[in-house]
C-alpha cells in the first residue's frame, strides 16, 4: 500500500542554500544557536523583565506566569547602565537599554548561504522601573485588586479574557524601505526642535527623545551586520558566497538607515525594520504584519529585474526573508514549542487585491510571491493572505485553486475586499474617524495576525485584545443573573462564590414569550461587554503608564505627531477589538429555547435549565430535540440567520458605545476565536442548543460543527447574513454591510474530490466569486480528507510534515492536542452528522 | 391551489457539481418510468412516498413507536422495523422523531417554495454558468409543474438543465426542448431486449425521442445535449453497447451532441436500498478500474467518430484502493 504521508504536500523549487536554512531551521534546538528570549536587566533588586500582561489572552500560560517571571530574572543578563540612567524617563531608560542590548550585547549571527542579515532578535529586556514605579507597577498587576486576579475571574468564569496585547498592526513599511530610518530621524529631530522649552522637559520632550534614540538602533545594528558580512567576506573562499557577503555588507551600509535602492535592499530594511519591533516589544511576532508587500515592493522588483536581477534570485531573496520569519517561534524553543504557548504567531502578509475605481492591482511580484509560497510550503511563516474581490484575474484564481488542490491546508488566507471595506468604512463612521478611513484609501487596508483587518502604518488596531465567550449571556439570562455551574479558579482551585453584580433580569420561568428572554438576553449581553470593558481599560492604564514601545511609535503615523507613544494612544487610528466568541453556539441557543419553550412547547423553561444543569444527563429526548429538530444558523434559513443578524447587530452595537479612559481608545468588534472556543468548552456549561458541557463551541462566524447539513453555499450564505448581508441604499460599501470591520473568521473543510480535475477546479473558482458575492470577509479552506487524517493521528511520525490551518493560524497537525485533531476530522465532510 | 402547481420532491441538492456546467442546485423530482436494476436513487422511482431509517441518527428511545396509530413500527435487535403494509405514511413519526432518524421520502411543494431555494445560490450559478438541473427519477413525467417551473426560471434568467430518461411523452420532450438550456439524455441500452431486462421497458420510444430531440436541435440551434450513460458491470459496460450506442449518435446526432459522457457505476446507494427493505443484485458488485473505463471510452470515441465529446467520470477501483 502506498504510504498515506506521501500524499502530503512537499516543497519544490528548493535550493541547496535554502534546503540547507530549512534543514538547520529545523534541527531546533541542536542548532548551534537560535534565537530564544534572552533576558537582560538592570540588575536591580526590583527588577522586572516578564510583563504577563501582554499574555492573557493565551489562558495556557496561566500557569507557567510566575515560572516566567522568576526565571527570566534569575537567568538575565545585566547590562551595564550609563550615569544618569535612572534620572531619566521610563521612556528613555527603555528606548536607551533596549538598543544597548540588541546592539552590544547580543551576539550578531548570520547563517551560510543566507542572503539576508538579522538573527536573535527575540529579546526580554527590564522593564527599566526605577524601585518606586515597580512598586507601583507590581501592586497594579499583583494587587488583589490587581489585574492578574481580574484577568483569573474572567476567564476562569467564562467571561472571557482580554489584554493589552503586543503587535497586531501593520508598521509604516513602505515610508522606511523608501526613505529610511534616517528621514524619520531627522522628522523627529525637526518636531522636537519645535517644542518649547516646557514641553522638552515634559512628557512629549520625554517620549520625542527616547523615539529619536530609538531611532538610530535599526542604523546601528546594521553598522554591526555590515562589518560581520564583511569579515564571513574575507573567510569564504567560494567566490561567489564571497561576493553575496560583500554586496550584503554594502547593503546594511544603506538600509533601513537610507531608502533601498534594489529589491535585496528593500526586503532587508523590511526585514530589519520588522524584526526589531519584535525586540522592542519582547513578543516574537504576534500579528506583527507586513501589509500589502506585493505593492510597496514591487517599484524595487521591477528596478532590479529591469537592472538584471533574474526572477529567481528575486525569489530566493524572499525565502531567506520566510526562513528568518519562522525564527520567530524560536522565542520558547527550550520551554517547548505546542499550540497555546507559542503558535501565536501571525507575521501576515497580504497580496493581491483591489485598488481604486475597482481595478485589481496584481503585478508580476504577486505571482512571484505565490510560486514562493507554493515552492515553500508546507511552513508555517509568514502567514499570507490573498485578497480576492469582484475583479481579481482568472489568472489569479487559477493558481490560488492549484495550490488549493495541491496542498491540504490552504498555504494561505483568503480575504474578500468588498465585506472588509465595507466593516472600515462602517469603523469610519462608528468612531468617528471618516477622515481617517475614507472611500479613497480604504482599498490599501490588509490584514493582520490571523484575517484581522486595519489600515496600514497608522493604526493600532489591538484585534484579539478582548476575547468575549458570548455564551455566557444565554447563562445568565438563565440564572437570572447567577450562574447554572459553579466556576472555579484553575490556580488556586477555589470556587467563585461570591455574588455577580449582574442584572437580575427576572424569573426566567416567568418570561412569558421569547420577547421576555431575548430582552433578558440583552441586558446580560451589555453586561458581559462592560465587565469586559472594566478589566480592559485597567490593563490599558497599565500599559500606557508602564510599558512604553517607543520605536514601534517611530513606525506608526500620529505618534510623532501628538508626542505620544503608540502604548498612550499615540497612533491616528486607536482601536481595541472585541472579538465575540461561541457566536453560533449563542445563536442556535436563542433558536432552540424559541423551539423548545415557546414554538413547539417541548419542555417548559423549568426542565429545560435542569436538563442543562445536568449536562443534559438523563434528558436524552429532550437533547436530541435541541440538538436535531431546533433551527440552526448555517443552513441559510432566513429565520434561523435572521437571528444571527439580531445578535450579531445586539453584541457590535454595544461595542462601540466604549472608550477607553486613559488613551481614549474605541472598542470595536471584530469575530476570531483563536482556540478559545475549544478550552472554553471544558468549563462553561451545557447549552439549549445541545451542546454539553465538555463539546466545543462554535468557532468564529462559522456554524456549529455539523449544523450546516444544507451544504457548502448554504453555510456562506449564512455567513454573508449574519454579517448584515447585502441592503439596497443602507450597505458602507456598495450594499455591502459587514457589523465586524475587524473582519469575521470563517473556516471550512472541503474534500478535495471539489477540486479533482480542471473542470471542478473551474467550479471552484466560481464558487470563489460567489464567495465575494454573499459571503464574510475571511475564509480559511482546508482540503482534508478523513481516512489520512486519522492515520495521522494515529501515526504522527509519519505525518510530521502535514499542516494545517485552525482560524487563520497554521499548525502542525502532530503537534496539536488530540482534541483539536479530533475537531479537524470531525469537521473533514459536510455531510450530516 | 390546484393540484398541478404541486410536485413530488424526494430531494434537493446545492452545490452540485456533477449534474451539468457550472454550480449547480439539483431538484430529484420523484417517480420514474423505468426501474433500472441498477438504479442509484431506488427512492425515487415510485411516485408515492416511502418510509426510511437512518439507524446512524436513532438513539432507540421508541417515540416513533409509542406515537405511532397504527402499530406499524417494531424494534428488533437489528433496530427499528416499519410494516409497510400497515404503515399509512402519515407522518406522526417523522414529525416526533427527536433526532430526525425517520424520513417520509418525497415532499409535495409548491413552485414558489422551490423557487426560494433554488433562488439563494444565484450568485454561484452566475459565476460559473450554472444553474438548475431537475432530476430524478424522471422530472419530465410531472410535466405541468415542470413546464410551469421552466418558465419561472426562464423569467428569472436562471440556467436549466433537464436530465431525462427519455421514456416520456414526446409532447412534453418538446415543449421542455422550448424551455430548457441543457438536456442532460440517458442513453443505457441499445439492445432492444436487453434493455428490457434491465429496466422495464424496450427503447423504441426513447430513441425515437433522442432523435425528435436531435432534429429539434438541428432546427433551433438550441438547446445543448449531453448524452449520458451509466457504465454497469454485465448490463451496459461492453465495447458493443457503447459502440452501438456509439453508432446511433454518429447516425442520427452527429454534430450535436456537446458530450457523451460514460458514468461510472459506483455501490454508494447500497445503504439506501437497505433503508427501503430492498434487495439489491449490485451490493457486492466491484467498482470498475481505470483501465476499462479507459477501453469503453475508446470504443465510444471510435464509434460516434467525434472523440472530442466522450470524457468518463466517477471513481474507479484504483482511486479506491490507494
Known sequence: MRKLSESVKTRKNISNRIQFLIDYYFK??????????????????????????????????????????????????????????????????????????????????????????????????????????????????????????????????????????????????????????????????????????????????????????????????????????????????????????????????????????????????????????????????????????????????????????????????????????????????????????????????????????????????????????????????????????????????????????????????????????????????????????????????????????????????????????????????????????????????????????????????????????????????????????????????????????????????????????????????????????????????????????????????????????????????????????????????????????????????????????????????????????????????????????????SNAICPVDGTDTEGPTANVNSVGKALGGRKNGVGDFEDYINYLPNGSSHTMTLSPALLRDKNHKEKFKAFLRGYVENGGTALQINMLDVDMLKDAQKNPENYRNLLVRVTGYNAYFASIGKELQDEIIARESHSRF | MKQNNKAIILDIQRMSTEDGPGIRTTVFFKGCSLACAWCHNPESILFTQAFEWYQNRCIGCRTCMENCKYSAISFTKDGLKVDRQICTLCGVCTKKCPTMAIEIKGKEMDIEALITIIMKDRAYYVKSGGGVTLSGGEALLQSKFVLALLEELNRKGVHVAIDTAGHVSSNVLTQALDLADLILYDLKIMDREMHKKYTGKNNDLILQNACMVANYIRQNKRPNLWIRTPIIPLATDHCNNIAAIGNFIHKNMAGIVDRWELCTFNNLCKDKYARLDLLWNYSNCDLMTMEQMDKLADCARQSCEEPNIVLWTGSTKLNDKN
Not at chain 1, 447567577?482 to 433580569?505: A, G, I, R
Request: charged share 25%; glycine share 6%.
Open chain 1, 28 to 697: 531546533g534546538v541542536n542548532r548551534n544557536w537560535s534565537n530564544p528570549f534572552t533576558p537582560f536587566t538592570t540588575d536591580t533588586e526590583w527588577d522586572v523583565i516578564y510583563d504577563e500582561t501582554s499574555n492573557y489572552i493565551v489562558p495556557e500560560k496561566y500557569e507557567i506566569l510566575d515560572k516566567f517571571k522568576t526565571s527570566f530574572r534569575l537567568s538575565a543578563y545585566p547590562i551595564a547602565l550609563p550615569d544618569q540612567f535612572w534620572e531619566k524617563s521610563l521612556v528613555e531608560r527603555r528606548s536607551w537599554f533596549i538598543k544597548e542590548a540588541i546592539v552590544n550585547y547580543m551576539p550578531q549571527e548570520i547563517l551560510p548561504g543566507d542572503l539576508i542579515a538579522g538573527a536573535r532578535f527575540n529579546m526580554m529586556a527590564s522593564r527599566c522601573f526605577n524601585e518606586e514605579e515597580a512598586c507601583r507597577r507590581n501592586y497594579v498587576v499583583y494587587g488583589p485588586e490587581g489585574v492578574r486576579n481580574r484577568e483569573m475571574e474572567f476567564h476562569y468564569r467564562g467571561f472571557g479574557n482580554c489584554t493589552t496585547a503586543s503587535g497586531h498592526l501593520i508598521p509604516n513599511h513602505q515610508e522606511v524601505i523608501e526613505k529610511g530610518f534616517k528621514h524619520i530621524y531627522e522628522d523627529l529631530n525637526t518636531k522636537y526642535n519645535l517644542l518649547t522649552e516646557e514641553e522638552k522637559k515634559g512628557q512629549k520632550g520625554n517620549q520625542l527623545r527616547a523615539m529619536i534614540n530609538s531611532s538610530t538602533m535599526p542604523r546601528d545594528l546594521a553598522e554591526k551586520y555590515s562589518k560581520l558580512c564583511l569579515e564571513f567576506a574575507q573567510e569564504e573562499e567560494d567566490k561567489d558566497r564571497k561576493n553575496e557577503l560583500i554586496q550584503m555588507s554594502t547593503n546594511l551600509k544603506r538600509v533601513p538607515w537610507e531608502g533601498a535602492e534594489t529589491f535585496w535592499e528593500a526586503v532587508q530594511s523590511l526585514w530589519f525594520t520588522h524584526m526589531l519591533i519584535m525586540t522592542d516589544e519582547n513578543y516574537p511576532g504576534p500579528g506583527v504584519s507586513f501589509g500589502r508587500l506585493d505593492q510597496y515592493l514591487y517599484p524595487y522588483w521591477k528596478k532590479s529585474v529591469n537592472e538584471g536581477m533574474s526572477e529567481e534570485f528575486g525569489k530566493e531573496i524572499l525565502k531567506c526573508f520566510w526562513m528568518h520569519c519562522n525564527t520567530a517561534y524560536d522565542a520558547t524553543i527550550y520551554e517547548g514549542n505546542n499550540q497555546g504557548i507559542s503558535a501565536s504567531f501571525g507575521q501576515l502578509l497580504s497580496i493581491s487585491g483591489i485598488g481604486r475605481n475597482g481595478i485589481d492591482l496584481s503585478n508580476d511580484l504577486t505571482y512571484a510571491i505565490l510560486d514562493v509560497i507554493d515552492d515553500m510550503n508546507p511552513i508555517l511563516e509568514p502567514k499570507p493572505s490573498v485578497r480576492l474581490h469582484r475583479n481579481s484575474p482568472d489568472k489569479l484564481l487559477d493558481k490560488v485553486v492549484d495550490m488549493l488542490a495541491s496542498s491540504q491546508g490552504a498555504p494561505f488566507l483568503i480575504n474578500f475586499d468588498e465585506r472588509s471595506m465595507a466593516g472600515l468604512l462602517r469603523q469610519a463612521r462608528m468612531a468617528n474617524i471618516e477622515h481617517l478611513i475614507t472611500p479613497e484609501n480604504v482599498y490599501d487596508y490588509a490584514s493582520v495576525g490571523c484575517m484581522e483587518n486595519t489600515m496600514v502604518g497608522n493604526d493600532r488596531s489591538g484585534t484579539v485584545d478582548n476575547n468575549v465567550y458570548l455564551s455566557k449571556a444565554i447563562e445568565l439570562t438563565l440564572g437570572n443573573g447567577n450562574e447554572l455551574v459553579l466556576y472555579e479558579n484553575k490556580l488556586t482551585h477555589q470556587s467563585f462564590s461570591e455574588e455577580l453584580d449582574s442584572p437580575k433580569t427576572g424569573d426566567p420561568n416567568s418570561f412569558k414569550s421569547f420577547e421576555d428572554f431575548y430582552k433578558a438576553f440583552e441586558k446580560q449581553i451589555c453586561y458581559i461587554i462592560r465587565r469586559n470593558y472594566e478589566l480592559y481599560d485597567a490593563l490599558d492604564t497599565h500599559r500606557a503608564t508602564f510599558c512604553p514601545t517607543p520605536y514601534l511609535s517611530c513606525l506608526v503615523k500620529g505618534c510623532a505627531e501628538q508626542g505620544k507613544d503608540i502604548t498612550q494612544g499615540g497612533a491616528q487610528i486607536r482601536m481595541t477589538t472585541v472579538e465575540g466568541v461561541q457566536f453560533a453556539s449563542t445563536v442556535d441557543s436563542l433558536l432552540a429555547v424559541k423551539y423548545l419553550v415557546y414554538d413547539e412547547k417541548l419542555c417548559t423553561m423549568d426542565e429545560l435549565i435542569k436538563a442543562l444543569k445536568s449536562n443534559w444527563r438523563g434528558f436524552d429526548i429532550l437533547h436530541a430535540q435541541a440538538k436535531y429538530r431546533a433551527p440552526k444558523y448555517g443552513r441559510d434559513d432566513d429565520e434561523a440567520d435572521a437571528m444571527a443578524e439580531k445578535v450579531m447587530a445586539l453584541w457590535s452595537s454595544e461595542v462601540w458605545k466604549y472608550k477607553t479612559t486613559t488613551t481614549n481608545v474605541q472598542f470595536r468588534p471584530g469575530m476570531l476565536s483563536w482556540n478559545y472556543w475549544i478550552t472554553t468548552g471544558y468549563f462553561m456549561p451545557a447549552l439549549p442548543d445541545g451542546r454539553r458541557q465538555g463539546e466545543y463551541f
